[in-house]
């Protein structure tokens, strides 16, 4: 299979892969759900915190929802989650709108493919073993690209308590590094204010 260069993509998933580095079957998917998001909210890209997006992972696919959503962690309106899940919650302030979009179980890879991407990870694949890989990435793309929004993606409106607006606090000093710290961020280590990595962590199993 022949493959695209960037120039032959659509101009806002250009864009993504220029703010992300590459091109991936990831990034195609984020560039999926931001446009999903904006045509069916009615919105555009987010010039302040107009739009709020909960992904439920921290794979190449955000990083397309940053660039076409508007939505980045310095703004306050990208919420991470740690799910290690396909799913993204756009919300509309404006309309107080918000849907759910997760990728479909059989959109993953297949149990060869697996096996020979977990080779890649360690390094470990031939050049004809790669060259399966590339080819498989490119027809992925492709299929991600051109299949229909509900056979990609499970869509649905949900219900939520909106997002309270990024907020910005005072600083104190940590006085055990010197260094500045957010004030809810701020622990106390022997009656004097420390930051996170200078506190004591106290767990018993809980």
Same mark, same amino acid.
């Given at each position: 299979?022949?493959?695209?260069? =960037? $120039? !032959?993509?659509? *101009?806002?998933l ?19 759900v ?9 919105? @555009?890209?987010s @010039?302040? $915190? $107009?739009? %709020?997006?909960?992904?439920e992972? &921290?794979a190449?696919?955000?990083d397309?929802?940053q *660039?076409?959503?508007g939505c980045?962690i310095g703004?306050?309106n990208?919420i991470?989650? &740690?799910?290690?899940? !396909?799913v993204?919650?756009i ?6 709108r918000?849907i759910?979009?997760?990728?479909? *179980? &059989?959109?993953?890879?297949p149990?060869e493919i /697996?096996?020979?991407?977990q080779?890649a990870q360690? #390094?470990e694949? =031939?050049t004809?073993e !790669?060259?399966?890989? #590339?080819?498989?990435r490119q ?5 991600f690209? !051109?299949m /229909?929004?509900?056979d990609?993606f499970?869509? $649905?409106? %949900?219900e939520?308590?909106?997002?309270e607006?990024?907020?910005i606090?005072? =600083?104190?000093?940590c006085?055990y590094c010197? /260094?500045k710290?957010?004030?809810p961020?701020a622990?106390i280590r022997?009656? @004097? %204010?420390?930051?996170?990595?200078c506190s004591?962590?106290? =767990?018993?199993?809980?």
């Amino acid at each position: 299979m022949e493959m695209k260069t =960037s $120039e !032959q993509y659509p *101009s806002e998933l250009r864009d993504a892969i220029r703010f992300h580095g590459h091109v991936c079957p990831g990034l195609v998917i984020g560039y999926r759900v931001a446009k999903v998001a904006r045509l069916v909210l009615g919105v @555009e890209r987010s @010039e302040d $915190e $107009e739009l %709020v997006a909960i992904v439920e992972n &921290d794979a190449c696919s955000v990083d397309a929802i940053q *660039s076409l959503l508007g939505c980045t962690i310095g703004k306050g309106n990208l919420i991470y989650r &740690d799910y290690g899940k !396909q799913v993204y919650t756009i919300i509309s302030r404006d309309s107080g709108r918000a849907i759910r979009i997760a990728l479909k *179980s &059989d959109a993953g890879r297949p149990p060869e493919i /697996e096996v020979l991407f977990q080779k890649a990870q360690k #390094n470990e694949v =031939s050049t004809e073993e !790669q060259e399966i890989l #590339n080819t498989f990435r490119q027809k992925r793309m492709e299929e991600f690209l !051109q299949m /229909e929004d509900a056979d990609l993606f499970k869509i $649905e409106g %949900v219900e939520l308590n909106m997002p309270e607006k990024a907020r910005i606090f005072r =600083s104190v000093r940590c006085h055990y590094c010197g /260094e500045k710290v957010m004030e809810p961020r701020a622990r106390i280590r022997d009656g @004097e %204010v420390a930051c996170i990595p200078c506190s004591i962590e106290y =767990s018993r199993g809980w």
